[in-house]
């Protein structure tokens, strides 16, 4: 889809998954689970869309980048939750093109970690190799890709739906071991089937 599409969903809200806050599932993990990743950190969140999840990770302690390749997105993330300081920046970018993000000094082993929600769903089913190649090759050794997977088995999109047993094995095929992976719980009432998955370069 292209950017100006996203620009008009942000603009009119209809871009189907803002909950005005964190995912529950993300946020009950990562305050409460003892399994859960801690900081400190530079970790990447992309398609941030209004930032609540980047804004999250910087109240815990870490260095959040909220990556949106739409304008709209970015600007609605710093009306929400601040523009530019130590701990939370803002970037539009696109996840895959690999010199705007050197350029912003994203580069290659330079993040600690990625935590992936509603990015995966919106890009074309198509890409998400590509996606979990480029999330890969930005994480240092044994950085962490946290995500919440939207597996719903309807047609149409985005989001589009992932099916928890084919998503696993695309994981591994790009070279992360699986910690964790399994079905949320607290997720949102309109959100069915969500997944959760903690997974190490």
Same mark, same amino acid.
């Given at each position: 889809?292209?950017?100006?599409?996203?620009?008009?969903?942000?603009?009119?809200?209809?871009?189907?998954?803002?909950? $005005?806050?964190?995912?529950?599932?993300?946020? #009950?993990?990562?305050? #409460?689970?003892?399994?859960?990743?801690?900081?400190?950190?530079?970790?990447?969140?992309?398609?941030?869309?209004?930032?609540?999840? /980047?804004?999250?990770? /910087?109240? @815990?302690?870490?260095?959040?980048?909220?990556?949106?390749?739409?304008?709209?997105?970015?600007?609605?993330?710093?009306?929400?939750?601040?523009?530019?300081?130590?701990?939370?920046?803002?970037?539009?970018?696109?996840?895959?093109?690999?010199?705007?993000?050197?350029?912003?000094?994203?580069?290659? $082993?330079?993040?600690?970690?990625? @935590?992936?929600? #509603?990015?995966?769903?919106?890009?074309?089913?198509?890409?998400?190799?590509?996606?979990?190649?480029?999330?890969?090759?930005?994480?240092?050794?044994?950085?962490?890709?946290?995500?919440?997977?939207?597996?719903?088995?309807?047609?149409?999109?985005?989001?589009?739906?992932?099916?928890?047993?084919?998503?696993?094995?695309?994981? $591994?095929?790009?070279?992360?071991?699986?910690?964790?992976?399994?079905?949320?719980?607290?997720?949102?009432?309109?959100?069915?089937?969500?997944?959760?998955?903690?997974?190490?370069?």
């Amino acid at each position: 889809m292209a950017v100006s599409n996203w620009d008009q969903r942000y603009r009119e809200g209809s871009d189907r998954w803002e909950l $005005g806050m964190p995912a529950p599932p993300l946020e #009950t993990f990562l305050r #409460t689970d003892s399994r859960a990743p801690q900081p400190p950190g530079r970790v990447l969140v992309p398609g941030c869309g209004r930032g609540h999840e /980047a804004a999250l990770l /910087a109240e @815990l302690g870490y260095e959040a980048i909220g990556l949106d390749f739409s304008s709209e997105a970015i600007h609605r993330a710093q009306a929400v939750h601040g523009s530019d300081r130590a701990d939370l920046r803002w970037l539009q970018a696109d996840l895959f093109d690999g010199m705007a993000l050197a350029a912003a000094g994203i580069s290659p $082993g330079s993040l600690q970690g990625v @935590l992936e929600h #509603t990015c995966f769903c919106a890009i074309d089913p198509a890409q998400r190799g590509a996606y979990l190649e480029a999330v890969q090759k930005l994480l240092d050794p044994g950085g962490w890709l946290l995500g919440l997977f939207w597996c719903h088995q309807r047609p149409d999109g985005p989001p589009w739906g992932s099916d928890p047993a084919l998503l696993e094995q695309q994981l $591994g095929e790009a070279g992360f071991h699986p910690e964790i992976w399994e079905p949320a719980q607290g997720s949102a009432p309109e959100r069915d089937n969500e997944w959760l998955g903690l997974w190490r370069r």
